[in-house]
Nanobody, 123 residues
Framework: QVQLVESGGGLVQPGGSLRLSCAAS????????MGWFRQAPGKEREGVSC???????YYADSVKGRFTMSRDNANNTVYLEMNSLKPEDTAVYYC?????????????????WGQGTQVTVSS
């Protein structure tokens, strides 16, 4: 019953904010590096952000300065705070877990994936 469940997506106006959550079950995410990825229709999957086991964070250039990733190991949950949202941010957002100390944004490293939550930025 290893599972990652994303929530918090929805429709937001340009310039608005959303906070995505990813709840883990069946494993303790404190032992994992975690990542957020997104995929828009007709486009390849894109690495958005990741956080290492030591809580170092990394961001794609397209979201740097606007998104913030964090984790709450006690609640087995990782978050993505998204500010100053743009229509280009519209995508399905996925969280992923990697049994490693460090993180990356390529995607192949990750062991577990959630089913995604839709984020739509539109006026």
């Amino acid at each position: 019953q290893v599972q990652l469940v994303e929530s918090g997506g929805g429709l937001v106006q340009p310039g608005g904010s959303l906070r995505l959550s990813c709840a883990a079950s069946g494993f303790s995410l404190g032992f994992y590096a975690m990542g957020w990825f997104r995929q828009a229709p007709g486009k390849e999957r894109e690495g958005v952000s990741c956080i290492s086991r030591a809580d170092n964070t990394y961001y794609a250039d397209s979201v740097k300065g606007r998104f913030t990733m964090s984790r709450d190991n006690a609640n087995n949950t990782v978050y993505l705070e998204m500010n100053s949202l743009k229509p280009e941010d519209t995508a399905v957002y996925y969280c992923a877990a990697d049994y490693a100390a460090f993180c990356g944004l390529m995607g192949w490293e990750y062991d577990y994936w959630g089913q995604g939550t839709q984020v739509t930025v539109s006026s």
